[in-house]
């Protein structure tokens, strides 16, 4: 049985926690938090789990195997470091870090000490975006022209990370997962409204050097709630909706095609308007199959998905956005 701790009961701790507690392959041994009033809280529905508000607990408990990380971010990378130097599988968070050199220095560590490190990009673990990752790779959808992303809706306003490092890192995840590369330059533009120096909305554009591109939309301050990402390719289009309760996915077997063989412009262009797909899918919780697959890293010692990696990709188009926000748009190229 794979022993498991976790630091941080915040809105997406306790769910952090019901998995784990739920989860047969693994026993949630011990909570950390510094709010006692919160571990308190939690205790009735946590049965078997010691509630502790000193992270050096879990650090010093050698029965312990895997620590996960759901604190604020600008917390990550100390307790990831102090973590993988006690000897623990680490699963933490989005956003992994603040920057490059801090999600760099985990990796090595990681590796020196033959540790699992997996960030969480929830969305790589989605039954919806592996579809669409199978229908890519295969070439149902054509060559892949471009995506675009929201993710917008009146809610919590942080204090400590712009919408940006909040949001953006769920759909940056999923368009590297999904595209199999990362962007040559990255440009982004936002705005302060609620408060100095924290953007309450974001518009973001990556770049392809194979003339693919990426647009990403994230906001706190929204009338709407959306969760949607658009797919257009050459030969179909795809809608992935992650608001709608069943019907999440939709295949649009609509496109333009050119006809080099023409006499006027209206034969140039030829579009094509065809079926509405709504493919049948069994959609299990995605932070569900997410605490599994870290699980079964642990126990068999396989590299996750989203690895340390995986997250330093995203990292470096966080940061490279960041630095375009403050210049206004600039396009900031990725080494």
């Given at each position: 049985?794979?022993?498991?701790?976790?630091?941080?009961?915040?809105?997406?701790?306790?769910?952090?926690?019901?998995?784990?507690?739920?989860?047969?392959?693994?026993?949630?041994?011990?909570?950390?938090?510094?709010?006692?009033?919160?571990?308190?809280?939690?205790?009735?529905?946590?049965?078997?789990?010691?509630?502790?508000t000193r992270f050096e607990?879990?650090?010093?408990?050698?029965?312990?195997?895997?620590?996960?990380?759901?604190?604020?971010?600008?917390?990550?990378?100390?307790?990831?470091?102090?973590?993988?130097?006690?000897?623990?599988?680490?699963?933490?968070?989005?956003?992994?870090?603040?920057?490059?050199?801090?999600?760099?220095?985990?990796?090595?560590?990681?590796d020196e000490r033959a540790?699992?490190?997996?960030?969480?990009?929830?969305?790589?673990?989605?039954?919806?975006?592996?579809?669409?990752?199978?229908?890519?790779?295969?070439?149902?959808?054509?060559?892949?022209?471009?995506?675009?992303?929201?993710?917008?809706?009146?809610?919590?306003?942080?204090?400590?990370?712009?919408?940006?490092?909040?949001?953006?890192?769920?759909?940056?995840?999923?368009?590297?997962?999904?595209?199999?590369?990362?962007?040559?330059?990255?440009?982004?533009?936002?705005?302060?409204?609620?408060?100095?120096?924290?953007?309450?909305?974001?518009?973001?554009?990556?770049?392809?050097?194979?003339?693919?591109?990426?647009?990403?939309?994230?906001?706190?301050?929204?009338?709407?709630?959306?969760?949607?990402?658009?797919?257009?390719?050459?030969?179909?289009?795809?809608?992935?909706?992650?608001?709608?309760?069943?019907?999440?996915?939709?295949?649009?077997?609509?496109?333009?095609?050119?006809?080099?063989?023409?006499?006027?412009?209206?034969?140039?262009?030829?579009?094509?308007?065809?079926?509405?797909?709504?493919?049948?899918?069994?959609?299990?919780?995605?932070?569900?199959?997410?605490?599994?697959?870290?699980?079964?890293?642990?126990?068999?010692?396989?590299?996750?998905?989203?690895?340390?990696?995986?997250?330093?990709?995203?990292?470096?188009?966080?940061?490279?956005?960041?630095?375009?926000?403050?210049?206004?748009?600039?396009?900031?190229?990725?080494?």
């Amino acid at each position: 049985m794979i022993e498991v701790g976790l630091v941080g009961i915040g809105g997406w701790g306790k769910n952090l926690a019901r998995n784990y507690h739920q989860n047969p392959r693994c026993h949630l041994k011990t909570v950390c938090d510094l709010d006692e009033k919160k571990l308190r809280q939690m205790q009735p529905a946590l049965p078997g789990a010691t509630m502790t508000t000193r992270f050096e607990d879990m650090l010093e408990d050698a029965a312990l195997h895997a620590i996960v990380i759901a604190t604020t971010a600008p917390s990550h990378y100390p307790l990831c470091k102090a973590a993988l130097l006690a000897g623990k599988d680490v699963y933490v968070e989005k956003p992994f870090t603040l920057s490059t050199a801090e999600a760099e220095d985990l990796i090595r560590l990681a590796d020196e000490r033959a540790r699992i490190l997996m960030v969480g990009h929830l969305l790589e673990y989605h039954p919806v975006v592996n579809r669409l990752k199978q229908m890519i790779e295969s070439k149902e959808l054509g060559d892949i022209y471009y995506i675009y992303n929201q993710r917008v809706n009146l809610g919590t306003v942080r204090g400590d990370e712009n919408a940006l490092w909040n949001f953006a890192p769920h759909d940056i995840s999923s368009i590297l997962y999904l595209l199999g590369g990362e962007p040559t330059d990255v440009s982004a533009r936002g705005q302060c409204y609620l408060q100095p120096g924290i953007e309450d909305v974001v518009f973001l554009t990556l770049n392809f050097g194979d003339k693919r591109m990426a647009h990403v939309h994230v906001s706190w301050l929204d009338p709407h709630k959306i969760r949607k990402m658009t797919i257009v390719g050459s030969q179909k289009m795809a809608v992935f909706d992650d608001v709608e309760g069943t019907e999440k996915l939709r295949i649009y077997d609509k496109g333009a095609s050119t006809n080099p063989d023409y006499s006027s412009f209206a034969e140039y262009v030829t579009l094509r308007f065809g079926d509405i797909t709504i493919p049948h899918l069994k959609i299990g919780e995605p932070l569900q199959l997410e605490c599994t697959h870290f699980l079964e890293c642990v126990r068999d010692r396989k590299t996750p998905t989203s690895d340390g990696r995986d997250g330093l990709r995203v990292i470096r188009v966080l940061e490279a956005a960041q630095k375009s926000l403050k210049q206004n748009g600039v396009p900031v190229p990725l080494a």
